[in-house]
């Protein structure tokens, strides 16, 4: 509907946000997986055209998966998915930080 996917892309960030380390999660909540869907999307592009708006449809499934509430309304959305694709790569783990504190009710 939006673009073709490229090479994978799609199952390499699904299998990425689900990745373990020494059989632990390597992202070890439900929040930092949907972060890190939102942000992996949006930056990799593992499709032709639309990753902002795939990756922001794929957040709130992956929310809404997970039983966890929705917190933004749809400017908030595109306003996050702008600021994700607009950022400098250095500057993922805060963006990250971000997304997971916007999501969570007691922020770290």
Not at 35 to 50: R, W
Not at 64 to 87: M, Y
Request: zero cysteines; aromatic letters at 10%; charged letters at 25%.
């Amino acid at each position: 509907m939006f673009g073709k996917e490229r090479d994978g892309g799609l199952d390499s960030i699904l299998n990425n946000i689900e990745q373990t380390f020494d059989s632990e999660p390597l992202y070890s909540t439900p929040e930092e997986k949907a972060a890190h869907l939102l942000y992996f999307i949006i930056k990799d592009h593992p499709f032709t055209d639309g990753n902002k708006r795939i990756g922001s449809f794929m957040f709130l499934l992956y929310l809404k998966s997970q039983n966890l509430p929705i917190k933004f309304n749809e400017n908030g959305l595109v306003a996050l998915a702008l600021l994700v694709a607009e950022s400098n790569p250095s500057q993922k783990d805060i963006l990250i930080r971000l997304v997971v504190n916007l999501l969570i009710d007691k922020p770290y």
